[in-house]
């Protein structure tokens, strides 16, 4: 664990850039999907095989032409400007909402619209919004160093609503920030008895686990990690793990990876391999 000293900390796990090299909580991720675009054959191709797959599931299409509708009105209307970063890469049109008028039409307009089931989940939504609250303001204090604070907006949150694992996360992250690594780890395995599909839980069980030296256990997550999202610094940890054990090869594969990233990791990368007499790519 000597190798990891003091990068459990929650900062580093995703850099001391404050978490934007992991896209902590897909806010990241989010920006990058946004910033794309889309030709019109890949816009029509997505809303045949979507309102099919809707037909086929037993909802109503004509749901998706509303919703194109409501769009194109908003881009022509005043409103815009909430909604210009989805209209850059998904501009609405008149020709599309067309398209998809003609395609209700064979179709079949009939089917569940869904709008008890929705306002059912926006009830438990608006009934969980104050765990949320307390959510933000853990992840904020924990990025302005205030420990307990975090932990203390964590169980809270916990207590409100329970089965969300970004709570338990959060919780985990305060446990490492404070050295209570066993705690953390059982955190962040509550974490991922809830969602077991966001790599940022993975990712943070993964280095604790190497700071405990369970470096079989570390290695499995961490893996599971960047099978979900490959980032710098799981690949970073996994070199680590990698060197820890005795297999350079692919302790060098994995700092290699890390170290084409401009960031810290990346730094701590490339120092690494030069630590291990190899150059930063092959």
Do not use: C
């Not at 004509?62 to 850059?88: K, M, N, Y």
């Not at 009939?110 to 104050?130: D, F, T, V």
């Not at 990698?242 to 060098?252: L, S």
């Amino acid at each position: 664990g000597a190798v990891l000293a003091g990068g459990i900390a929650a900062g580093a796990a995703t850099d001391d850039e404050r978490f934007s090299q992991v896209a902590l909580m897909g806010g990241m991720v989010g920006a990058q999907l946004i910033s794309q675009r889309y030709s019109r054959d890949a816009e029509r191709e997505s809303d045949l095989y979507g309102m099919r797959y809707m037909k086929r599931a037993g909802y109503n299409p004509r749901g998706a032409v509303e919703l194109q509708e409501t769009f194109l009105r908003i881009s022509e209307g005043s409103e815009q400007d909430a909604f210009s970063a989805l209209f850059a890469s998904h501009p609405p049109s008149r020709e599309r909402v067309e398209n998809n008028r003609r395609l209700l039409a064979k179709l079949g307009d009939s089917g569940r619209i869904g709008r008890e089931e929705y306002q059912q989940k926006l009830a438990r939504l608006k009934r969980a919004q104050p765990a949320y609250e307390a959510y933000q303001e853990g992840r904020e204090a924990l990025q302005d160093g205030d420990v307990e604070t975090a932990l203390q907006r964590a169980n809270r949150a916990m207590e409100i609503e329970p089965g969300e694992a970004l709570f338990h996360s959060l919780k985990g992250d305060a446990l490492a920030e404070r050295g209570e690594l066993a705690e953390a780890d059982l955190a962040y395995t509550q974490a991922l008895a809830r969602n077991q599909g966001w790599f940022y839980h993975y990712l943070r069980r993964g280095m604790v686990r190497t700071e405990l030296d369970k470096h079989a256990q570390a290695r499995r997550d961490l893996q599971a990690s960047i099978e979900r999202m490959p980032t710098a610094a799981g690949h970073y940890y996994l070199g680590s793990v990698e060197r820890e054990t005795g297999n350079r090869a692919a302790a060098v594969e994995h700092f290699r990876t890390a170290a084409q990233s401009e960031t810290p990791t990346g730094q701590r990368a490339r120092q690494a391999l030069q630590e291990m007499g190899v150059a930063s790519q092959g």
